[in-house]
């Protein structure tokens, strides 16, 4: 069957239905989908108490042939990647998310299988998140497929992104460049890999290498940036690459920053994965992309996060083992250009 026949009632009922799958507490829901609005009490539990009394609300959108190409993504691992780089937004700000709004526009012929696939993949990562469908848009499209999810989500004291000190250390919580690697990997694959199944490929690079590249780019798990202890004074997502999210911290906070190219956060697996493909890991490094792990900055040191630099007054530069510097340079994806 096609969405033609299913119509716009129908998917939003078949939406509906499924997304009551209770998370931890959904007592604040007034009213979710199924009227002009959703209705919250942003005063009790959900709030208040528990993740503090900010709300915070973001959204992204994702665009067919821009975001992604369905020659290589599935529709499940679309809507759990949806939600992922939402939710990497709100614990961006140190929050917690607690409620998500969906805009969907599918072209009329898409199979009513795709949806439900792509349906499961939001609904399996709003339950990894803790977070509830409170309502959204359903329309038809000429041609492509464009996703948007919108958060809601509580901190107690939000984390911005213009406070960064001179001084500073510039940590960041995990390696950077997979998903950008992960991705030239599925273009040589030239297919879909449903590695949420378990799918293993023959393929000339070791699948244990490859897997968790490939894992991150399509189905990236964001965590919670692990700073309870530490006195953080910026903090923003990495998701346009890690040069390109430095500058733009930095140029919010109105400083420049060091950063030591032996101390870049490089995983095993890039390091031959590059090599096979024949790209500079540092370049993926640097930027790449789809990163979702976090950029933050403190006057503490710390060992739970990789420290690749400092915050100075002015200027970016690069430092290498031979203490020779150069611009840090940055190529991150901008839109429009
Ligand atoms: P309206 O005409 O008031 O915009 P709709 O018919 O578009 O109402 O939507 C009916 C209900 O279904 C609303 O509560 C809306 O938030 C919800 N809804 C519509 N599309 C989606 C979706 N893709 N995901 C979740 N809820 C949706
Ligand atoms: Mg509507």
């Known amino acids: 069957m096609q969405l033609s026949e299913l119509g716009e009632n129908g998917i939003i009922e078949y939406i509906k239905t499924r997304s009551f799958k209770p998370i931890s507490d959904n007592s604040d829901i007034i009213i979710g989908i199924g009227d002009d609005a959703a209705a919250l009490n942003i005063n009790s539990k959900r709030g208040g108490g528990k993740g503090g009394n900010k709300l915070l609300v973001t959204t992204d959108l994702m665009t067919e042939g821009i975001h992604f190409d369905l020659s290589y993504t599935t529709y499940y691992q679309l809507g759990f990647k949806l939600i992922s780089v939402n939710v990497s937004d709100i614990y961006a700000m140190a929050g917690s998310p607690a409620y998500a709004l969906l805009a969907l526009s599918f072209p009329a012929a898409t199979k009513e299988r795709d949806l439900n696939e792509f349906i499961k993949g939001i609904l399996d990562a709003l339950h990894l998140y803790n977070v509830a469908l409170i309502g959204g848009d359903t329309c038809s499209s000429k041609r492509d497929v464009t996703i948007s999810a919108t958060l809601l989500g509580y901190a107690a004291k939000p984390i911005y992104r213009d406070n960064a000190k001179v001084g500073d250390n510039i940590y960041v919580t995990g390696y950077t460049g997979d998903s950008a690697c992960g991705m030239e990997l599925l273009k040589r694959i030239n297919n879909t890999v449903e590695i949420e199944k378990g799918v293993e490929l023959n393929v000339p690079l070791d699948w244990n290498i490859m897997s968790p590249l490939i894992n991150r780019h399509l189905m990236p798990k964001v965590k919670m940036p692990d700073i ?70 403190s006057s503490d040191s710390i060992d739970s996060a990789f420290c690749i630099g400092k915050i100075i007054s002015n200027g970016f530069t690069l430092i290498n083992k031979d203490n020779i510097e150069k611009e840090l340079r940055d190529f991150g994806y901008e839109h429009f250009k």
């Open 228 to 297: 309870k202890n530490i006195k953080v004074n910026s903090m923003m997502d990495i998701s346009d690459g890690l040069a390109t999210d430095l500058k733009k911290l930095c140029t919010a906070s109105g400083i420049g920053a060091y950063v030591y190219q032996d101390r870049l956060p490089i995983s095993s697996e890039l390091k031959i994965a590059s090599e096979y493909l024949n790209i500079d890991p540092i370049t993926l490094c640097l930027n790449g992309g789809e990163d979702y792990e976090y950029l933050f900055t």
